[in-house]
Antibody, heavy 120, light 109 residues
Framework: QLQLQESGPGLVKPSETLSLTCTVS??????????WGWIRQPPGKGLEWIGS???????YYNPSLKSRVTISVDTSKNQFSLKLSSVTAADTAVYYC????????????WGQGTLVTVSS | QTVVTQEPSLTVSPGGTVTLTCASS?????????PNWFQQKPGQAPRALIY???NKHSWTPARFSGSLLGGKAALTLSGVQPEDEAEYYC?????????FGGGTKLTVL
């Protein structure tokens, strides 16, 4: 059974960089069949797609966040990571990682999510 | 900036049928947008229900179905159960990028 687990600091100061890692277990991140992505949800609000990465390093980003986002992959650790720079209170959210199948664009497995609060 | 629009809220009686829709600001939604549907209950991560317009995951209850309807993606719940009360999100694919709808809060009353 595939599992995804987000990890990283729960509190980040304004103007600093938010860094999260998603560890994949029960399957290989190097599979040619999938993209791996990040999604966030501010408290009481809807879901927002942040971006996706292929095991080769190919990425797609949300245009509204593109200038501040970097997603990378570490196939040796079966992990992928999110960096969001110059954060403000508006970046406070639950951050999820998820898998996306290439052929069908299906998103099937998600992590449980991790709350990141931006505050001094 | 692409906007994906869903009904903010809908109410349905237990045992009834309800259809949620998902529209794109770029025009009619087609199968090429590979519509996905998710269910989210309070305090939980979203759960995938439908992919590629109408395909169900192995865990998706039979009462959930997906389709294209009048230029929109649609999620129909037939024989609604009390446990179907939740927020529902659609997700559309734009050639690599993806956009979520704003969500529909479904009340079973």
């Amino acid at each position: 059974q595939l599992q995804l687990q987000e990890s990283g600091p729960g509190l980040v100061k304004p103007s600093e960089t938010l860094s999260l890692t998603c560890t994949v277990s029960g399957g290989s991140i190097s599979s040619s069949s999938y993209y791996w992505g990040w999604i966030r949800q501010p408290p009481g609000k809807g879901l927002e797609w942040i971006g996706s990465i292929y095991y080769s390093g190919s990425t797609y980003y949300n245009p509204s966040l593109k200038s501040r986002v970097t997603i990378s992959v570490d196939t040796s650790k079966n992990q992928f990571s999110l960096k969001l720079s110059s954060v403000t209170a508006a970046d406070t959210a639950v951050y999820y990682c998820a898998r996306f199948e290439m052929a069908s664009a299906a998103s099937d497995y998600w992590g449980q999510g991790t709350l990141v609060t931006v505050s001094s | 900036q692409t906007v994906v629009t869903q009904e903010p809220s809908l109410t349905v009686s237990p045992g009834g049928t309800v259809t949620l829709t998902c529209a794109s600001s770029t025009g009619a939604v087609t199968s090429g947008y590979y519509p996905n549907w998710f269910q989210q209950k309070p305090g939980q991560a979203p759960r995938a229900l439908i992919y590629s317009t109408s395909n169900k995951h192995s865990w998706t209850p039979a009462r959930f179905s997906g389709s294209l309807l009048g230029g929109k993606a649609a999620l129909t719940l037939s024989g609604v159960q009390p446990e179907d009360e939740a927020e529902y999100y659609c997700l559309l694919y734009y050639g690599g990028a993806r956009v979520f709808g704003g969500g529909t809060k479904l009340t079973v009353l």
